[in-house]
C-alpha cells in the first residue's frame, strides 16, 4: 500500500505538492493493473485542494460474448482535502496520509461501465449453439 503523508504539507501556506504513483492492483477484484495516479496538491491559506487524474486498466469479462475484456479507464478526482477526510469522500484521508491505494481503486471501481463490451458492437454468442459471433457466421438457423 502507498500513502502520501500530508502531515507537514498541511502546515505549509503557499506550498504545493506534485505527486506521481504507479500502484500494483493487481490483487483487486475486478482486477486493476497498470494503475497510476498523477496529481498536485496545493495549500492555498491553509486549505488543501487536491487535483488528480487516475488510470488503469481494468480486466474484466465481455458481459455479451464471455471474452476476457480489457477496459481503460481515466478519471478526475477534484477535492479539498483535511487531515482527516476529503470533501466529496472521493479521496481517502486517514490521520493525515492519503491511502492512495483505496484512493485509487474507489475512483477506478466508480468510473466502471454498467456493461462491460469488448467492444462497442460486439455481436455476441449465437443463441442457439452458443458459439461466439464475432468469429463468424456458423449458418445457424435461429
Ligand atoms: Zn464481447
Ligand atoms: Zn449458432
Known sequence: MKFLDINDFSRRDGDSLLFDEVLDLSGSDPVFS???ICGKLRNVV??????ATVTGLCSAVCDRCLEPALL???????TVLTLESSEDDSVTVEGGKINLDKTVYDALLLALPFKILCKEDCLGLCPSCGKNLNDGDYGCSN
Not at 491553509?46 to 487535483?51: A, K, L, Q, S
Open 34 to 36: 497498470e494503475a497510476r
Open 72 to 78: 481503460p479507464l481515466e478519471v478526475e478526482l477534484n
Open 46 to 51: 491553509g486549505v488543501m485542494t487536491f487535483r
